[in-house]
C-alpha cells in the first residue's frame, strides 16, 4: 500500500503541540503541588524541564530528517541498533497504546466534565459520571474513523483541534495576564532546588509526545525540511505555552486563595474560572477538553504507522 504525502507543516506542528500538550498543562500545572510543594516556582520547573526535553526532541528532529519513513521509532531502532530490538520495541509500543489509548479516553472523559460543570450544567456532569466508559469507547471509535478515513482527514481534524486549543491558550494568557502580581508569585515561590528538582522531573514527561510525527515520515511533504522544523517550531511553543499559562495562574492567586484552593483535585480552567471573564473562562474549559482528547489522534496515527515500516 502506497502512503501519500498529505501532511505539511501546519498539520506537523498540530499533530506534535496537541500530541503533548494535554493534562500536563491543564492538570499537571495544578496538582503538581499535592506531590511536589513548589509553588509558583513551578515556572523553574517547567524552565528546567524543557532542556532535556528539547535536546530530545532535536535528537528526533535530525533522525526524522535523515530517515523520514513511517513507522519512524522502529526505522531509528533498527537502523542504530538492531531489527529484532526494533521488532520487539513495536510490539511493545503497540502492547502499550493498547492500554494508553483506552485509559486516555477514560481520563478524557472525566475531565472534560470540567467544561460542563464550568458551565453549570450537573445534569451532563452527572450523566459523563454514570456512563465514562461507553462515552469513552464512542471517544476511541470517532478517532479511529477519522484515522480510517486517511491521512488528509486526520490532518483537517488535528489542525481544527489545534486552532481551538491555542486560540483558548491566548485568551488565558491575554485576560489573565493583567491578574498577576509579583507580591502573589513571590508569596507561593518556593525556592527549594531539591523539590524544584523533583517537579522538573515529574513536569518532563509533559513535554513528551512530539514522536507522534516521526512515525509518519512517510506521508509528511518534503520529510526532510518539514519534519524537523516543525518538530523544533512546536518545542518552542510548546515551552512558551507552559510558563506563560503557570506565570498566569500563579499569579493570579492572592494569598488567601493560594492557601485555600484544593491543588490535588483541581486544574487551570477550574482555577482561572475565578479570575477570567465568564465567556473567556467557558472557552478555557472547553479548550481543555480538547487539549485532553486531541492526543488520542496522533496515538492512533503513530502506533498504526509503525506496521508500514516492515
Not at 36 to 48: F, K, M, R, T
Not at 127 to 133: L, M, R, S
Not at 143 to 163: C, D, E, P, S, W
Amino acid at each position: 500500500m502506497e502512503l501519500k504525502r498529505e501532511l505539511g507543516l501546519k498539520e506537523v506542528v498540530a499533530t506534535v503541540v496537541t500530541s503533548v500538550i494535554g493534562g500536563g498543562l491543564f492538570i499537571s500545572t495544578i496538582q503538581i503541588q499535592s506531590k511536589v510543594n513548589v509553588g509558583s516556582a513551578i515556572i523553574l520547573s517547567y524552565i528546567i524541564a524543557a532542556i532535556p526535553a528539547f535536546l530530545m526532541a532535536l535528537c528526533y528532529a535530525v533522525l526524522s530528517s535523515a530517515l523520514p519513513s513511517s513507522g519512524g521509532e522502529y526505522v531509528f531502532v533498527s537502523r542504530i541498533i538492531d531489527p529484532f530490538i526494533g521488532f520487539i520495541s513495536t510490539w511493545a509500543r503497540w502492547f502499550a497504546m493498547i492500554a494508553t489509548i483506552a485509559a486516555m479516553a477514560v481520563g478524557d472523559i472525566i475531565l472534560i466534565n470540567n467544561f460542563f460543570d464550568v458551565l453549570g450544567m450537573h445534569a451532563a456532569v452527572d450523566f459523563i459520571a454514570a456512563n465514562i466508559q461507553i462515552i469513552a469507547i464512542v471517544l476511541v471509535i470517532l478517532f479511529f474513523l477519522i484515522n480510517y478515513l486517511g491521512v488528509k482527514v486526520y490532518g483537517r481534524v488535528q489542525t481544527a483541534m489545534f486552532v481551538l486549543l491555542m486560540l483558548g491558550i491566548s485568551l488565558l494568557i491575554i485576560f489573565g495576564i493583567r491578574n498577576v502580581s509579583l507580591s502573589n508569585l513571590e508569596y507561593s515561590f518556593h525556592f527549594n532546588m531539591e523539590n524544584i528538582a523533583m517537579a522538573s522531573s515529574l513536569i518532563f514527561f509533559s513535554y513528551i509526545g512530539f514522536a507522534a510525527i516521526a512515525n509518519a515520515g512517510d506521508e509528511v511533504k518534503e520529510p526532510e525540511k518539514t519534519l524537523p522544523k516543525g518538530i523544533t517550531v512546536s518545542m518552542f511553543a510548546i515551552a512558551l505555552a507552559y510558563i506563560f499559562v503557570a506565570l498566569v495562574t500563579y499569579g493570579s492567586m492572592s494569598p488567601s486563595f493560594y492557601d485555600s484552593y484544593d491543588f490535588s483535585s483541581g486544574s487551570v480552567p477550574d482555577l482561572m474560572a475565578n479570575f477570567l471573564p465568564a465567556a473567556i473562562a467557558v472557552y478555557v474549559a472547553f479548550a481543555g477538553s480538547i487539549a485532553i482528547i486531541s492526543d488520542i489522534n496522533p496515538m492512533m496515527l503513530a502506533t498504526s504507522r509503525l506496521a508500514f515500516a516492515w
